[in-house]
């Protein structure tokens, strides 16, 4: 399911004005809500399939105007209550109303993550949820949550912020029955977060660029023990976007490299866009020193168990090619969303995301749920 509202109006800050649009998007994604004018301040387009029924539980707003966050429970896509019992918490803005954000916690609302603010919260005017002109863009399914933003217009477009947050679920395997056996707290899942500018510039040297990659409780690959990724929440040195040879915390990325750029592909009719398939990177380093002197001792308890593993649904697709809430189509006429991350530049994994960032980069997801049993 794909939802699209747009604040109208400047309602006000906190639980009387941001708790009723928070209020607002949980009922329509819950299929509460499917007469949109009867909306109190956005006007919405909700398009395609929803969750299958049990997969989301609604935690806040408890009613109209009461909290100014949502906050969802989620099942793992193979949920299953005797070898793989996996949720995890989904919020959506921030506890006082003031910033869009997507939180991402346990399934006792421990060990939060991504709680750094779109955009790195540069400023409160440019991250309110409740400034009219604001319009929010949701991927609601079994295997993807996506929360994503565009700024209102304003008088020079690449003043315009956007940004989005996906949390997927990993297709489960053995090891992910094993794991949550000696951790209930372990999912299988990850998510990636990014912001830039100009949302509706392809080509823009932006040093405000922000993105970053995360899973709580993954198992160390050296000693066993469970901790959480690093959130990298700075631009010239993010480890991230370009992992250096030994990074010393655990900083966790993707494939394709965030930092290189996507271009088409060609097909039958010519070039067309490519669709690549996202890897969860929870081994980031470039290299490693097989020097007889090297047990790597520092290093490896950053690496994840898991390895490298596929994000459901999440597809990084060919730079610049749309904007978010724009469509595109397969050859099998399956429908996916945009939805425009941070920028990349010259493909230089020296190069911080702070300096040569021009491109803007796309990612897909499908507008219809995709079950997976």
């Known amino acids: 399911m794909y939802l699209k509202y747009t604040v109208n109006g400047n309602p006000t800050q906190n639980t009387s004005g941001t708790g009723q649009i928070a209020w607002e998007i949980s009922e329509i994604l819950m299929g509460n809500i499917t007469d949109m004018s009867t909306l109190s301040y956005g006007t919405a387009v909700a398009e395609g399939t929803g969750p299958t029924a049990g997969v989301y539980t609604r935690q806040r707003p408890t009613s109209s105007g009461s909290h100014a966050h949502m906050r969802f429970k989620k099942k793992h896509c193979q949920y299953d209550a005797s070898t793989l019992p996996a949720e995890v918490i989904l919020q959506v803005f921030d506890d006082g109303g003031n910033y869009q954000t997507l939180k991402v916690s346990d399934k006792d609302g421990a060990n939060t993550g991504a ?60 090891y992910d029955e094993y794991a949550i056996g000696v951790n209930s707290k372990y999912y299988p899942g990850g998510m990636y977060h990014g912001a830039s500018r100009g949302a509706k510039v392809a080509y823009l040297n932006e040093t405000n660029n922000y993105m970053s990659m995360y899973r709580f409780q993954f198992q160390n690959q050296s000693n066993g023990t469970f901790g959480n990724s690093y959130m990298e929440t700075s631009y010239s040195s993010n480890e991230s ?133």
Not at 135 to 145: A, K, P, S
Not at 246 to 252: E, I, L, S
Not at 274 to 286: E, R, V
Request: glycine residues 6%.
């Open 115 to 174: 709680s750094s603010y779109f955009c790195n919260a540069n400023a409160a005017q440019e991250g309110a949820p409740y400034r009219a002109g604001h319009t929010y863009h949701f991927i609601f399914n079994d295997t993807t949550f996506v929360f994503g933003f565009t700024q209102n217009e304003e008088a020079n477009p690449n003043n315009d912020r956007y940004a989005f947050g996906v949390w997927s679920d990993f297709e489960k395997n053995a």
């Open 241 to 373: 976007y370009a992992p250096s040879t030994y990074t010393t915390q655990a900083t966790h990325s993707m494939y394709p490299p965030p930092y290189k750029r996507i271009f088409k592909t060609w097909g039958p009719s010519g070039q067309s866009i490519t669709m690549a398939p996202i890897l969860y990177n929870g081994q980031t380093l470039q290299a490693d020193d097989y020097s007889w002197s090297n047990t790597e001792v520092s290093y490896l308890p950053y690496r994840d168990a898991r390895f490298h593993c596929p994000m459901l649904n999440c597809y990084r697709i060919t730079d610049a090619i749309g904007s978010m809430g724009d469509i595109i189509q397969t050859a099998d006429n399956t429908q996916y969303y945009v939805f425009n991350g941070h920028r990349v530049g010259n493909g230089n994994i020296s190069t911080s995301m702070q300096s040569y960032t021009y491109h803007q980069t796309c990612f897909a997801f499908p507008k219809n749920n995709v079950p997976i049993t």
